[in-house]
């Protein structure tokens, strides 16, 4: 693929396991999945699909199932005779094919449509003829790249339960390529985070979002907020960017201390009006001005700026707005803490 190469990636799917992989456009997620069907051949490592090195067989008898966002059907045949393609190579018999393909339609709620050309389908139909058109060969392994990507956003919700019930009821093993964090993290098992051809983090979505390994996972994983912080003797916390204080203590171990780090804090970590603080529940309180209201649909982004200079972003549901002691204006002057539990530090230099 030019000059763009994989870095030592080492990977694996585990039997009926949904492993989404995320990560910037360029960075090699689809060069990954090709590599893994037999479209592209590694100069070196080795490929393994149930024990068997497939290394360097032919994509077809690899025996994986691959649906693209652009779902790459026929535009000449019928949805019956794009699901029945695959089948036919495989030289099944008319009636073992009708039955089959008759069953897949229906267990993905297409019986209706097996008459009709692509041409003549919407989007979400046409990506579960793909679907179907995978699924009916009964593969190892789904690779899923980008699936929804092209979908409206009703449509798109849909299918998200559809690959989710499809996961659940077949059990096959899946590998979901998605830059969707909404997408990610309602379908995976596990999530592999992917930079630059090489796989720099992976765990369960929620211990991932938690602990990100750097400032680059945080950002990808959606963060906004970072705060320039040093890490002292003790495991005290300076903030830099937050005036004098008193350094609260934060869990370090002695190999950790003197060292510049951003303190990454999740929208949900930062509360308007916190109560009392015992310690326990905020890493720090002070005040902050309200410098900027984005109404959206469901919530509001709120901007914030301390007097020191640094600013943060929150956002409140409409029901967490009607439950705030008073309504935010722009210029407003509001206590703001950063809740313990949301917050992770990241290295200041990957």
């Given at each position: ?7 030592d990636v ?33 100069c ?31 535009p000449?045949l ?53 679907l ?26 849909r ?26 993290f ?27 390994k750097?400032?680059?996972v ?9 705060i ?33 780090i ?7 970590a ?16 002070f ?47 509001i ?16």
């Open positions: 693929m030019g000059n763009f190469t994989l870095s080492s990977l694996t799917v585990g039997q009926g396991e949904y492993l989404v992989l995320v990560g910037p456009t360029g960075t090699g997620k689809t060069v990954l999945l090709e590599t893994i069907a037999g479209l592209h051949h590694p070196s490592g080795q490929i393994f699909l149930k024990g068997i090195n497939i290394t360097h067989m032919p994509a077809e008898k690899r025996h994986l199932g691959v649906v693209y966002q652009d779902y790459a059907l026929f000449h019928t949805v019956f005779d794009n699901i029945a393609f695959g089948l036919k190579l495989k030289k099944k018999g008319p009636r073992e094919i009708s039955g089959t393909v008759s069953k897949m339609a229906q267990f993905l709620d297409i019986q209706t449509i097996l008459k009709r050309r692509p041409r003549l389908l919407s989007g979400g139909e046409r990506q579960r003829v793909a179907a058109r995978a699924l009916v060969l009964d593969p190892h392994m789904l690779l899923l790249d980008e699936p929804l990507s092209a979908l409206d956003r009703m449509t798109r919700d299918l998200r339960g559809e690959l989710k019930r499809i996961h659940s009821e077949l059990g096959v093993s899946i590998l979901h390529i998605t830059h969707d964090l909404g997408e990610a309602f379908l995976a098992d596990r999530l592999l985070v992917m930079k630059n051809g090489a796989i720099i983090q992976e765990g369960n979505p929620e211990e991932t979002l938690k602990r990100p750097d400032r680059f945080a950002e990808l994983l959606g963060i906004e907020n970072f320039p912080a040093r890490l002292g003797g003790g495991g005290q916390l300076f903030l830099e960017g937050l005036g004098p204080g008193d350094p609260p203590v934060f869990p370090a171990s002695p190999a950790e201390t003197e060292k510049e951003f303190l990454a804090v999740p929208n949900w930062i509360q308007l009006f916190p109560g009392k603080n015992n310690g326990d529940i905020y890493l720090a309180m005040p902050m001005t309200i410098t900027g209201l984005d109404r959206a649909q469901g919530h509001m982004k709120i901007h914030l700026k301390h007097a020191e200079g640094e600013q943060l972003r929150t956002t409140l549901s409409w029901r967490e707005m009607n439950e705030l002691p008073t309504n935010l204006e722009l210029g407003q002057e206590p703001v803490g950063l809740n313990r539990k949301g917050i992770h530090w990241v290295p200041a230099e990957s």
